[in-house]
């Protein structure tokens, strides 16, 4: 266990269907990352937050919604999503944005049918 | 911009053998420098990384790796290979400290033959 806990680890769902993915740090970071991994691409930063505020946004579509009540969790929700967003996402966390420290999750495999 | 390449796709060596995994940046100053590891259907997990200090950077399960300016490499070595490190191996770089600005290389895949 790395301290940054994903679930579910499995998801399986329709186009039209309507979930979402959860993040929970238990290092007592102040940042969470969301990042995307597909077969045979680097990793993509999707969204950044820092003190529970999006920072970064790296022009995601609006299928992707991400949210952070707290610093310790971050959700990202997920609708009408298309065949080709099946990937590995990851959750990661840090203190103060900070590359030292890096903590990732185990992730969630998304397969969009 | 920067730019991280592992010139190796994958990697086949035998149990017990050595190991050398190379990672190339391209970035005008000295980047900090990261090796992660990513066994199948889980996250990545820290190896080892270099901010400043000794070029020769220990890590956790009997890694380590070079930081050579004059090359802008990152090898990542291991005398004896063994069949648990079979996995994704990840290069990735941050010019600043900051994690949002992490670039990861393509990543190279380890097997290894009993």
């Known amino acids: 266990e790395t301290g940054v806990t994903q679930t579910p680890r499995h998801l399986v769902m329709g186009m039209t269907n309507k979930k979402s993915l959860k993040c929970e740090q238990h290092?007592?970071?102040?940042?969470m990352y969301w990042y995307k991994q597909s077969a045979k691409k680097p990793l993509e930063l999707m969204f950044v937050y820092s003190l529970e505020e999006r920072v970064e946004n790296n022009s995601v579509p609006s299928r992707f919604s991400p949210e952070c009540p707290n610093s310790s969790h971050l959700f990202l929700h997920l609708h009408t999503l298309q065949p080709e967003d099946s990937a590995l996402y990851l959750c990661?966390?840090?203190?103060?944005?900070?590359?030292?420290?890096?903590?990732f999750g185990s992730g969630t495999r998304l397969t969009v049918v | 911009a920067q730019s991280v390449t592992q010139p190796d796709i994958h990697i086949t060596v035998s149990e017990g053998a050595s190991l050398e995994l190379r990672c190339n940046y391209s970035y005008g100053a000295t980047p900090y420098l990261f090796w992660y590891v990513q066994s199948p259907g889980q996250g990545l997990q820290l190896l080892l990384k270099y901010f400043s200090g000794d070029t020769l950077v220990q890590g956790i399960k009997g890694f380590e790796a070079e930081f050579k300016r004059s090359q802008s490499s990152f090898n990542l070595r291991k005398p004896s290979v063994h069949w648990s490190d079979a996995a994704e191996y990840f290069c990735?770089?941050?010019?600043?400290?900051?994690?949002?600005?992490?670039?990861f290389g393509p990543g190279t895949r380890l097997s290894v033959l009993p």
């Open positions: 290092l007592g970071h102040n940042a």
């Open positions: 990661a966390s840090s203190q103060d944005q900070q590359a030292y420290g890096y903590t």
């Open positions: 990735a770089v941050v010019r600043d400290n900051y994690g949002q600005n992490f670039v």
